[in-house]
C-alpha cells in the first residue's frame, strides 16, 4: 500500500473517480511527475496495442519504417515471406542504432561493424569472429514484439502476453468494417511535437468543448454545433463516441466536397463521423469519405511526438479532382487546427505547471470522455478502484 503522501496513494485520486457530475480532474503533478510516467509507461505503453504504422507503408519483402517508441527503437519490416515484424533496431554486437527513417533493404547490416540480419532478425553474417569461443550466431537474432494487424493498421505490443489485437478491439471491428479501411491508402502525413504531456493531448482529441473557442475559424466551420452521443461498441471495453449533426454532408465532410463517400455505407453512417479511441493509442476519426488518425509518442512527461495521417479509398485518390480537391478543401484545415491544439495544449502544460494550478470540475455534458480516459488511466497506474 503506497504511503499516504505518495504520488500513487489511491486517496489522492478519490474526487476523479466520483460520477463526472461530481467529479474532479487529475491533480497536475501526474502531468510533470518523473516517477508516474515511467509507471505510465509501464503499466499502458508497455501493455496496450499501439499503432505503428499503416500496411501500405510497407508493401515490399524488405520495406521498413523506424520508429522510437516510449525510448526503445524499433524497426517495423516486411520479412521475404510478406510477414511484418516488429524488431530492436539495436545490434546484438556492441548495440549501434541499426538503421533510421525508412526505406527498403535486402539485408540488415549494422552501420558500424558490418554484423547482417535477415530480414526476419536472424544473424547472418559476423565478420572476425572465428576465435570468439562458444559464439553461436543462431543465438543472437535481432529481439521482436508482436506486431498485428487490422484494417490496413499495423500494432504493435512489448506484452508478449497480450490479448490478441482483433480480440482486443472487440466490437469495433465489425462495426466499421462497411468502411474496408484496408482498401485505402495514406495520402498526407503531417508531424508535430508538442511541448505537452500525452494526457493532454488526449484528452484535447476526445471533448469536442473547445472546438468553438479554439477552432472557430478552421473545425467549427465543418460542424458547427455537433451533436455527440457517446456509447460503447458491443464487446468494445473503451469509449466509442459517434457525433452526427444536421450539417450538410456528414458533418466532418468540407461543405462544397466533390469526393466520393465509401460505397455501401448505411444512411447513418453517411450522415455521421465517427470519432473513436481505442485506449491508449487509436484515436480514429471516420466520416463517410476517408480516415484521419493520430499515432502519437510521449517522449518524457514533458513531451509529446504525434503524426496525424490522412487516408483516402484508393478509387477516390485515382480521380482526376483528387489533388486539387484535398489541397483546397481537406489539407488546409488540418494544418490549422493541429495548429491549434498544439497551441492550446502547450497552453495548459504551462499553465498547470505552478503551484497555485488547482483544478476544478468537469462539463458533465461536453466532458464525459475526458473523465473516462482519467479513471482509465488511473485503472493502469494504480491499479481498478
Ligand atoms: S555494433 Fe553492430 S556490428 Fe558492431
Ligand atoms: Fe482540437
Same mark, same amino acid.
Not at 505503428?52 to 524488405?62: D, L, S
Given at each position: 500500500?503506497?504511503?499516504?503522501?505518495?504520488?500513487?496513494?489511491?486517496?489522492?485520486?478519490?474526487?476523479?473517480?466520483?460520477?463526472?457530475?461530481?467529479?474532479?480532474?487529475?491533480?497536475?503533478?501526474?502531468?510533470?511527475?518523473?516517477?508516474?510516467?515511467?509507471?505510465?509507461?509501464?503499466?499502458?505503453?508497455?501493455?496496450?496495442?499501439?499503432?505503428?504504422?499503416?500496411?501500405?507503408?510497407?508493401?515490399?519483402?524488405?520495406?521498413?519504417?523506424?520508429?522510437?517508441?516510449?525510448?526503445?527503437?524499433?524497426?517495423?519490416?516486411?520479412?521475404?515471406?510478406?510477414?511484418?515484424?516488429?524488431?530492436?533496431?539495436?545490434?546484438?554486437?556492441?548495440?549501434?542504432? =541499426?538503421?533510421?527513417?525508412?526505406?527498403?533493404?535486402?539485408?540488415?547490416?549494422?552501420?558500424?561493424?558490418?554484423?547482417?540480419?535477415?530480414?526476419?532478425?536472424?544473424?547472418?553474417?559476423?565478420?572476425?569472429?572465428?576465435?570468439?569461443?562458444?559464439?553461436?550466431?543462431?543465438?543472437?537474432?535481432?529481439?521482436?514484439?508482436?506486431?498485428?494487424?487490422?484494417?490496413?493498421?499495423?500494432?504493435?505490443?512489448?506484452?508478449?502476453?497480450?490479448?490478441?489485437?482483433?480480440?482486443?478491439?472487440?466490437?469495433?471491428?465489425?462495426?466499421?468494417?462497411?468502411?474496408?479501411?484496408?482498401?485505402?491508402?495514406?495520402?498526407?502525413?503531417?508531424?508535430?511535437?508538442?511541448?505537452?504531456?500525452?494526457?493532454?493531448?488526449?484528452?484535447?482529441?476526445?471533448?469536442?468543448?473547445?472546438?468553438?473557442?479554439?477552432?472557430?475559424?478552421?473545425?467549427?466551420?465543418?460542424?458547427?454545433?455537433?451533436?455527440?452521443?457517446?456509447?460503447?461498441?458491443?464487446?468494445?471495453?473503451?469509449?466509442?463516441?459517434?457525433?452526427?449533426?444536421?450539417?450538410?454532408?456528414?458533418?466532418?465532410?468540407?461543405?462544397?466536397?466533390?469526393?466520393?463517400?465509401?460505397?455501401?455505407?448505411?444512411?447513418?453512417?453517411?450522415?455521421?463521423?465517427?470519432?473513436?479511441?481505442?485506449?491508449?493509442?487509436? =484515436?480514429?476519426?471516420?466520416?463517410?469519405?476517408?480516415?484521419?488518425?493520430?499515432?502519437?509518442?510521449?517522449?518524457?512527461?514533458?513531451?509529446?511526438?504525434?503524426?496525424?495521417?490522412?487516408?483516402?479509398?484508393?478509387?477516390?485518390?485515382?480521380?482526376?479532382?483528387?489533388?486539387?480537391?484535398?489541397?483546397?478543401?481537406?489539407?488546409?484545415?488540418?494544418?490549422?487546427?493541429?495548429?491549434?491544439?498544439?497551441?492550446?495544449?502547450?497552453?495548459?502544460?504551462?499553465?498547470?505547471?505552478?503551484?497555485?494550478?488547482?483544478?476544478?470540475?468537469?462539463?458533465?455534458?461536453?466532458?464525459?470522455?475526458?473523465?473516462?480516459?482519467?479513471?482509465?488511466?488511473?485503472?493502469?497506474?494504480?491499479?481498478?478502484?
Amino acid at each position: 500500500m503506497p504511503a499516504r503522501d505518495s504520488i500513487f496513494a489511491p486517496e489522492r485520486y478519490a474526487a476523479t473517480r466520483l460520477p463526472i457530475e461530481e467529479a474532479t480532474p487529475l491533480p497536475p503533478d501526474v502531468y510533470f511527475s518523473e516517477e508516474w510516467y515511467e509507471r505510465e509507461v509501464e503499466t499502458i505503453f508497455r501493455k496496450e496495442w499501439l499503432v505503428a504504422t499503416r500496411e501500405e507503408e510497407i508493401p515490399n519483402p524488405g520495406d521498413y519504417v523506424r520508429l522510437d517508441i516510449v525510448d526503445e527503437p524499433l524497426v517495423i519490416i516486411r520479412g521475404d515471406d510478406g510477414v511484418i515484424r516488429a524488431l530492436s533496431a539495436s545490434c546484438r554486437h556492441r548495440g549501434s542504432e =541499426l538503421m533510421a527513417g525508412s526505406g527498403n533493404c535486402r539485408k540488415i547490416v549494422c552501420p558500424y561493424h558490418s554484423w547482417t540480419y535477415a530480414l526476419d532478425g536472424r544473424l547472418q553474417a559476423t565478420p572476425s569472429m572465428q576465435d570468439a569461443v562458444d559464439f553461436d550466431k543462431n543465438d543472437y537474432p535481432l529481439p521482436s514484439l508482436r506486431a498485428e494487424t487490422w484494417a490496413g493498421f499495423v500494432f504493435i505490443n512489448f506484452d508478449p502476453d497480450a490479448t490478441p489485437l482483433l480480440q482486443s478491439l472487440g466490437g469495433l471491428v465489425d462495426r466499421l468494417a462497411s468502411y474496408r479501411m484496408e482498401d485505402m491508402v495514406v495520402t498526407k502525413k503531417w508531424e508535430n511535437r508538442f511541448q505537452s504531456n500525452w494526457k493532454i493531448w488526449v484528452e484535447n482529441s476526445r471533448e469536442g468543448y473547445h472546438v468553438r473557442t479554439v477552432h472557430r475559424g478552421s473545425l467549427d466551420t465543418f460542424y458547427p454545433g455537433a451533436v455527440r452521443t457517446a456509447f460503447h461498441a458491443e464487446g468494445e471495453p473503451m469509449v466509442y463516441a459517434i457525433n452526427s449533426s444536421d450539417n450538410e454532408n456528414g458533418l466532418y465532410v468540407p461543405r462544397g466536397h466533390t469526393l466520393p463517400f465509401v460505397d455501401g455505407l448505411s444512411d447513418s453512417d453517411n450522415e455521421a463521423t465517427h470519432f473513436i479511441i481505442h485506449y491508449p493509442h487509436l =484515436l480514429l476519426n471516420v466520416p463517410p469519405d476517408r480516415i484521419t488518425f493520430h499515432q502519437y509518442f510521449p517522449e518524457g512527461p514533458d513531451w509529446v511526438r504525434i503524426t496525424s495521417w490522412c487516408c483516402f479509398p484508393k478509387s477516390t485518390v485515382e480521380l482526376p479532382n483528387f489533388e486539387t480537391d484535398v489541397e483546397e478543401m481537406y489539407y488546409p484545415s488540418m494544418d490549422m487546427f493541429l495548429a491549434e491544439d498544439k497551441g492550446v495544449c502547450e497552453l495548459v502544460h504551462r499553465g498547470i505547471g505552478g503551484h497555485m494550478a488547482s483544478l476544478s470540475r468537469y462539463s458533465p455534458s461536453e466532458e464525459r470522455t475526458v473523465h473516462e480516459f482519467s479513471n482509465y488511466v488511473l485503472d493502469r497506474v494504480l491499479g481498478p478502484k
